[in-house]
């Protein structure tokens, strides 16, 4: 009952932005240990703020199923869920608690931290890039860098995006409406532009890459 009622207060509170309905449910001196929050938390405090670093998402939803009970433990496999301006369609996790007082003084958290980082759309982290925009229709990602960085194309343009990094990279409007989905290792993604405008984009995975297309005559 605690989980479950933990779980829909966690939806409830990412939705509204006020976490201080979640801390309630954890002893004052609780850890958290999450690959989605870099370096954990612990205390009243720190727990709180675990939770305000996590990714700013609307519409969220988490759907838990294989809740295991054993003495103290409770392990919960989880799935969230999020509007398409959060999350890429959904990911899923495992959740180790531990009860004490009917409270939980430990949350140790496991999700693979590519997959999280290739699900979140967090908001770009750098400037829009200047500069002269460059006629070309094709861009390299290398050195974790857009190439070039500002280019202008024609209405009705396709462009085309190759990734030469091992890293994985996306091509995401800064408003989220065109999203390339992650792109891997020597693949390429074709996105088309039919509208005149300025189309700011980034990675999400490496939300300081950007980069800027200017659509027009």
Known sequence: QLVTAYYQTLAAAVNSGDFSTVVAFFTPDAGIDSE????GASGTAGIL????????MSGFSVEVS???????YV?????????????RGYLDGHDGFTIRDGLISQLSQAVDRQA???AFL????APLPRGTPVE???VRIENFKFAPQVIKV??????TWTNADADSHTVTTDDKTIDSGVIEQEVSVTLSFPAAGEYPYYCTIHPGMRGKIVVGP
């Open 36 to 39: 989605l929050v870099a370096g």
């Open 49 to 56: 703020a675990f939770f305000k670093k996590l990714p700013k």
């Open 66 to 72: 294989n809740v295991v009970e054993a003495d103290t």
């Open 75 to 87: 392990d919960a496999d989880w799935r969230f869920r999020a509007a398409p301006a959060s999350l």
């Open 116 to 118: 999280a980082a290739e």
């Open 122 to 125: 967090p908001s770009p982290t």
């Open 136 to 138: 070309r229709t094709k």
């Open 154 to 159: 024609p209405v009705g343009a396709r462009v």
